[in-house]
């Protein structure tokens, strides 16, 4: 069964810094990755999604790589804000044996703190 | 505006009291599922549906179950709450089941 990890649980940083989040995998049998933000108590807001057969996706100040030989995937944040301030998710989609199944497993996310 | 809704957003009900919770999709998406998160333990998938008609479970069914009879609905029910069952949850669908996941906001569910 695929298993994500995320490191680290928490994180906190002064503003302006550049920092980089990590998730891994255990089985490299995935169709693709997905980061998400979850601010407090709210839903989740998708970020980048990687395709398997994809190195990296880079959007405004976010840049994530995947390495799927690996079960590595890492979303690096350029110049951060207060605003940035939220829970990371990482979500590798697993294909399932036997099937064209696939499903969603989640790491348990980064805690990130932004401070003036 | 493409989107997941949920409702409702936010949920008190007592133990044994049937409720369900509507999630719905505009996107003509096939594939829907319900997580549920919990503190220490991260979200877990409780049902999902391929197509209309086309549910199975997750990997936490028990106390749940799920209906779609439109592509656009996927409902959740507890037809007996308990107070484990108290948790933050989710909708979520994509086009099909391998591709980008969209979530609904999030329904907060006390159970006492």
């Known amino acids: 069964k695929q298993e994500v990890t995320q490191i680290p649980a928490a994180l906190s940083v002064p503003e302006g810094e550049n920092l980089v989040l990590n998730c891994s995998f255990t089985d490299s049998a995935i169709y693709n990755l997905q980061w998400f933000r979850q601010d407090p108590g709210k839903g989740l807001t998708s970020l980048l999604l990687?395709?398997?057969?994809?190195r990296e996706q880079t959007s405004g100040r976010l840049n994530a790589s995947l390495d799927k030989s690996s079960g590595r995937s890492t979303l690096y944040i350029a110049a951060s804000q207060p605003g940035d301030s939220a829970t990371y998710l990482c979500a590798a989609r697993a294909i399932d044996r036997g099937s064209t199944l696939g499903r969603l497993y989640f790491g348990r996310g980064t805690q990130l703190t932004v401070w003036p | 505006e493409a989107q997941v809704t949920q409702n409702p957003r936010y949920l008190i009900t007592v133990t044994g009291k049937k409720l369900t919770v509507t999630c719905s999709q505009n996107m003509n998406h096939e594939y829907m599922s319900w997580y549920r998160q919990d503190p220490g333990l991260g979200l877990r998938q409780i049902y999902y549906?391929?197509?209309?008609?086309?549910?199975d479970k997750g990997d936490v069914p028990e106390g749940y179950k799920v209906s779609r009879k439109e592509k656009r609905n996927f409902p959740l029910i507890l037809e007996s709450p308990s107070p484990n069952q108290t948790s933050l949850y989710f909708c979520?669908?994509?086009?099909?089941?391998?591709?980008?996941?969209?979530f609904g906001q999030g329904t907060r569910l006390t159970v006492v």
């Open positions: 979520a669908s994509s086009l099909v089941s391998n591709t980008e996941a969209f």
């Open positions: 549906s391929m197509n209309v008609e086309v549910t």
């Open positions: 990687i395709q398997s057969s994809q």
